[in-house]
């Protein structure tokens, strides 16, 4: 059965700094690989899709990036601000389902 | 507006009781799905539909029902026969051809 798992639970970082999220997932045959944004209470928006056949995708100061053969993914945050502050989770598709990490929850402190 | 809405946003269960959870979708997603959210946890799924009057039992269904009788809408009973309800619930829908899903803001729902 898939796992996915997040580590950190919980991170604290001062404004301006780069950060990585890490995903690890225990089964490499996933359809796709998606990084998530949650707010306190709210739904997820989605960041970023990484297909299986990609390496990594970026959108603006997000950069995340699959590697199958090793079961991982990362989430890289540059120049962090603190309306970043929100939980991110990481979602590996297996075509049939969807299997979520616990996230990881972000403090940016100004 | 295009989108999920889920309502209640909040929403109180008595012993015994069943509590409908509503999900409706404009966006003519053939596919939708309830997660159920606890604290330090990932999302964990209990029903899925592909198409109207189709569902699957997901990870965790019992004590849960659905209907699919409409495209747009993918109502979530809990039923008294779920003993720990309390939970934050989760919407989502998605093109099957696509396979991305896209989430409404949830219904927090609580045990008097």
């Known amino acids: 059965k898939q796992e996915v798992t997040q580590i950190p639970a919980a991170l604290s970082v001062p404004e301006g700094e780069n950060l990585v999220l890490n995903c690890s997932f225990t089964?490499?045959?996933?359809?796709?690989l998606q990084w998530f944004r949650q707010d306190p209470g709210k739904g997820l928006t989605s960041l970023l899709l990484?297909?299986?056949?990609?390496r990594e995708q970026t959108s603006g100061r997000l950069n995340a990036s699959l590697d199958k053969s090793s079961g991982r993914s990362t989430l890289y945050i540059a120049a962090s601000q603190p309306g970043d502050s929100a939980t991110y989770l990481c979602?590996?598709?297996?075509?049939?389902?969807?299997?979520f990490g616990a996230g990881t929850r972000l403090t940016v402190k100004p | 507006d295009g989108g999920i809405t889920q309502s209640p946003k909040y929403l109180f269960r008595k012993e015994g009781q069943n509590v409908t959870l509503s999900c409706e979708q404009n966006?003519?997603?053939?596919?939708m799905y309830w997660y159920r959210q606890d604290p330090g946890q990932g999302l964990r799924l209990i029903y899925y539909s592909q198409i109207v009057n189709d569902f699957q039992k997901g990870d965790i269904a019992e004590g849960y029902s659905v209907s699919r009788e409409k495209k747009e809408s993918f109502p979530l009973t809990v039923t008294s026969a779920q003993k720990n309800p309390t939970a934050f619930y989760l919407c989502?829908?998605?093109?099957?051809?696509?396979?991305?899903?896209?989430f409404g803001a949830g219904t927090r729902l609580s045990v008097l």
């Open positions: 979602a590996v598709d297996l075509r049939s389902d969807m299997r």
């Open positions: 966006l003519n997603h053939d596919a």
């Open positions: 989502a829908s998605g093109l099957l051809a696509k396979n991305i899903q896209y």
């Open positions: 089964d490499s045959a996933i359809y796709n």
């Open positions: 990484i297909q299986s056949s990609q």
